[in-house]
T-cell receptor
Framework: QQQVKQSPQSLIVQKGGISIINCAYENTAFDYFPWYQQFPGKGPALLIAIRPDVSEKKEGRFTISFNKSAKQFSLHIMDSQPGDSATYFCAASILGSARQLTFGSGTQLTVLP | DTGVSQDPRHKITKRGQNVTFRCDPISEHNRLYWYRQTLGQGPEFLTYFQNEAQLEKSRLLSDRFSAERPKGSFSTLEIQRTEQGDSAMYLC????????????FGPGTRLTVL
């Protein structure tokens, strides 16, 4: 019930292309869905987050699409750049659980120059 | 730098030894979280403090793990009688309840148990 499944495990995209990472969850009590970006040797950094009352949120080149009925959400990176090469984690949390995050297994993104 | 800091950044120890890690959250953040991240996986929640109160500790991996936040500021995570399976990155995060849900992570402490 607490699991968040993430795919693909790795992704290679050409510079300027669109990177798409998908996540699915089972627990309908989740009500907050952040995406984190992690570079080697660093802690995860919040990229963008969404709540289930909206279907899409955009911040710069990053967009979250949310499908409540399918219990799926995805991250789209437009005009991908080599500097975007990192590991991306989706996560989910519940208000009543003090917001402890349940993370997906991560996607290693490589953007080729 | 006003971000979350962790010390040490790297720790190598022999099996059976005790280790302690420190986390200094962002100033005035009242919530503090500990996570463990193994290679190729996402962080896994361990425990959580609101101010000095440890409100969730059932996810600590065993009774060898303990955490404190004595004055509601910095926190320590101790692992007693370390095992090779404890080798991982230990991450600390903090948040401010009034600011909602954003957790800010520190750089982590990489533990290697020989």
């Amino acid at each position: 019930q607490q699991q968040v499944k993430q795919s693909p495990q790795s992704l290679i995209v050409q510079k300027g292309g669109i990177s798409i990472i998908n996540c699915a969850y089972e627990n309908t009590a989740f009500d907050y869905f952040p995406w984190y970006q992690q570079f080697p040797g660093k802690g995860p950094a919040l990229l963008i987050a969404i709540r289930p009352d909206v279907s899409e949120k955009k911040e710069g080149r990053f967009t979250i699409s949310f499908n409540k009925s399918a219990k799926q959400f995805s991250l789209h990176i437009m005009d991908s750049q080599p500097g975007d090469s990192a590991t991306y984690f989706c996560a989910a949390s519940i208000l009543g659980s003090a917001r402890q995050l349940t993370f997906g297994s991560g996607t290693q993104l490589t953007v080729l120059p | 730098d006003t971000g979350v800091s962790q010390d040490p950044r790297h720790k190598i120890t022999k099996r059976g030894q005790n280790v302690t890690f420190r986390c200094d959250p962002i100033s005035e953040h009242n919530r503090l979280y500990w996570y463990r991240q193994t290679l190729g996986q996402g962080p896994e929640f361990l425990t959580y403090f609101q101010n000095e109160a440890q409100l969730e500790k059932s996810r600590l991996l065993s009774d060898r793990f303990s955490a404190e936040r004595p004055k509601g500021s910095f926190s320590t995570l101790e692992i007693q009688r370390t095992e090779q399976g404890d080798s991982a990155m230990y991450l600390c995060a903090s948040s401010l309840r009034s600011e909602g849900d954003t957790q800010y992570f520190g750089p982590g402490t990489r533990l290697t148990v020989l």
